[in-house]
């Protein structure tokens, strides 16, 4: 398997299903909807849907029954970036390498743009009616797992943590509240409504979870190490960011070689995790390494 191709077939293949299932653009209210529609498509990896993707094949599934999913999962990805931008939070003038929401349509609109994208991925999510190969009970599991990863105990509880302990002294606990709750939740999510679309037994759904917890630490500490030794315009980011601001990281805490150490480290805990998983699983082998190699 040619990694580089998989994930650029996958995210063409992402890349259609979010223009079939964002609201038109030239339809009223159409600042909104050109609000969002610039956000989902100013060029995110994809990594989330392509998780899920990876982890459906992983459980023996078909990789059509999750594309819907891995929209909203986008979708609501999307929506925390642009509301994380905002001036009453990171106040970023970047992100995908294009001016932030709000440099373009103003704060209010990228407030109400992130709003929609959020609602809407639930639309994406309750509206599965026609899929025969998934009952209404994994719809309904598959719905709440990602409430519950985008609300108060998930990204949305780790984002405040994150903004309550800039400028602190925070230990290591904390440090993993915030990365597992902030970044590592949404991964996870994919990973867990993956498996369930694909099918997965409670053991496989099990291994794919503990996968998807190393990999959701891992994918945040190398976000962490980018932030230093990361090339700007690759990031589509600045750089330094992090410690300019004080932010509670891995490096802050423990130093940028042992940061690399732990990702290491939890890369291949995700690797041991799924090796009863076989070839079915190369994908989600790949994309761990990729998470921590990466680049962007
Ligand atoms: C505002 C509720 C709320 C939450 C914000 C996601 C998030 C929580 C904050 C973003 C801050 C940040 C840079 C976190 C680091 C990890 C991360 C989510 C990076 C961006 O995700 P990528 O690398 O981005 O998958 P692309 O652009 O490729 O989609």
């Not at 989902?40 to 992983?58: D, E, Y």
């Not at 994208?117 to 309750?126: D, P, Q, Y």
């Not at 949305?156 to 925070?170: A, F, N, W």
């Not at 423990?254 to 150490?261: A, C, I, P, Q």
């Amino acid at each position: 398997m040619e990694l580089k191709a998989y994930l650029k077939q996958h995210r063409q293949t992402i890349d259609q299903a979010l223009e079939d299932l964002l609201p038109d653009k030239k339809l009223r209210p159409t600042q909104l909807h050109e609000a969002m529609h610039y956000s989902v498509f100013a060029g995110g990896k994809r990594i989330r849907p392509i998780l899920m993707m990876a982890a459906c094949q992983a459980a023996g599934g078909t990789i059509e029954d999750v594309i819907p999913t891995a929209c909203a999962m986008e979708m609501i990805h999307t929506y925390s970036l642009i509301h994380d931008d905002l001036p009453a939070m990171d106040d970023d003038d970047f992100r995908r390498g294009q001016p932030t929401n709000h440099k373009i349509f103003g704060d209010a609109t990228a407030i109400l743009a992130g709003d929609a994208l959020l609602t809407e991925a639930f639309v994406v999510l309750s509206a599965q009616q026609n899929n025969k190969n998934i009952s209404a009970e994994t719809q309904r599991r598959v719905i709440e797992i990602i409430a519950r990863a985008a609300g108060a105990t998930g990204m949305v509880g780790g984002q405040i943590v994150d903004m309550e302990s800039e400028g602190t002294q925070p230990d290591l606990a904390t440090v993993d509240y915030i990365h597992t709750h902030k970044t590592g939740a949404l991964i996870l999510a994919s990973i867990q409504a993956g498996a369930l679309l694909g099918g997965a037994d409670e053991e496989t759904f099990t291994a794919l979870s503990s996968f998807g917890k190393s990999a959701g630490l891992a994918f945040q500490i190398a976000d962490d190490i980018l932030d230093i030794v990361g090339d700007q315009q690759q990031l589509g980011k600045d750089i330094g960011s992090d410690q300019e601001r004080g932010k509670a990281t891995y490096p802050a805490v423990l130093g940028l070689n042992e940061s690399k150490r732990r990702a290491s480290e939890l890369h291949q805990q995700a690797l041991d995790i799924i090796s009863p998983l076989g070839d079915a699983a190369e994908p989600l082998r790949q994309i761990s390494g990729y998470i921590i190699n990466r680049s962007s």
